[in-house]
């Protein structure tokens, strides 16, 4: 058995979706958003922003207050089965049983979405070799690392072979090297199988190294949207920053550099400026202190960063935003199956 595919394709349609608790801000409230078939989107917010809310209602495990959603070409409220069948998740937490190994895992979830028994050995091995954890296949969950839990929820996410996939923070608390190898088979089921796939993170190089596409909420709004690049240059143009060798020739070194833009701040012993013509100036950046006869000790190119994208769009950091619990909170206590 594989996953159902509606008649609208394997993309997402949101129009005007709103989730309001009892005795509580919406949290998330009338976003509009379409992520097409095959697309990475990455979506960004701090606790509390409404991102888990959104997850939640597009999987069908809490209902809306309002609006309208596609899944796959099935409507969530009302087709909630179909939606279900189409998908595959790994949220938050991951619903393993410590007393069970990687391979009694795998034999139950594809038992369950209808596998016959020799296609469930046959794929549970594939997906096991997939992520890394055929030689741990036989041992208890238990005893798994944070990182191995993760891929191992990857995993059984993909048992059916759904066309879209949803990953709630995948990667929150592992490790480097754990957080690159989800991010590398998740970059593969995109880009050669065609999966799309719905990621919702707090961590900003995850977004840009692999979404094709960004919305960034906060307080249960789409405060913008758009690629990586095209967001990073709506805030403005990379700043080149250097210190000359010599303390007495910082005033040179400033008029030089706003030859190619103006001033911008920089630490005590430097001179920046914001470079009108983008990145592709600093050559001629390096070769006009060349011709000044202006020494340089150090020089830095500073782009723009989806961090400060968020800043611009909310006026805080999204990775020291403080953490709100109230919504993680109330969607524990509410949410529901919704089929």
Excluded at 49 to 72: E, F
Excluded at 127 to 154: I, P
């Amino acid at each position: 058995m594989t996953a159902e595919q509606g008649p609208d394709g394997t993309g997402i349609e949101v129009e005007g979706l709103v989730r309001e608790f009892k005795n509580g801000p919406r949290a998330v409230d009338g976003i509009e958003l379409r992520v097409e078939a095959g697309e990475i989107y990455g979506f960004l917010g701090p606790n509390g922003a409404g991102k888990s809310t959104t997850v939640l209602m597009l999987t069908t495990l809490l209902p809306p207050t309002a609006g309208t959603a596609r899944v796959a070409g099935f409507d969530i409220v009302r087709e909630g089965p179909r939606v279900r069948a189409s998908i595959g998740a790994a949220l938050q937490e991951a619903a393993l049983d410590p007393l069970l190994t990687a391979r009694e895992h795998m034999r139950l979830q594809t038992a369950l979405h209808g596998l016959g028994k020799s296609e469930r050995q046959v794929r549970g091995q594939e997906l096991l070799e997939r992520v890394g954890l055929s030689q741990a296949a036989d041992r208890k969950v238990g005893g798994y690392s944070g990182g191995m839990k993760r891929r191992l929820d990857l995993a059984l996410a993909l048992a059916h072979r759904p066309r879209i996939l949803f990953l709630d923070e995948p990667t929150t608390g592992l490790d480097i090297q754990s957080r690159t190898a989800l991010w590398e088979e998740v970059a593969r089921l995109a880009a050669e199988e065609g999966v799309t796939v719905f990621l919702t993170t707090q961590y900003l190089e995850e977004a840009d190294t692999l979404a094709g596409r960004v919305g960034i909420i906060d307080h249960g709004h789409i405060v913008a949207e758009g690629t990586p690049a095209a967001l990073k240059a709506e805030i403005g143009r990379p700043t080149v920053e250097a210190v000359p060798r010599e303390a007495g020739e910082r005033g040179r070194l400033a008029a030089v550099l706003e030859r190619f833009g103006p001033g911008a701040a920089a630490s005590p012993r430097a001179a920046a400026a914001r470079l009108e013509g983008g990145e592709s100036q600093l050559a001629d950046v390096v070769r006009a202190l060349d011709s000044e006869g202006i020494a340089i000790e150090t020089l830095q190119l500073h782009a723009p960063s989806l961090d400060d994208v968020f800043l611009a769009k909310t006026g805080r950091s999204l990775e020291g935003a403080e953490e709100e619990e109230q919504e993680e909170t109330e969607v524990a206590a509410e949410t529901v199956d919704a089929g």
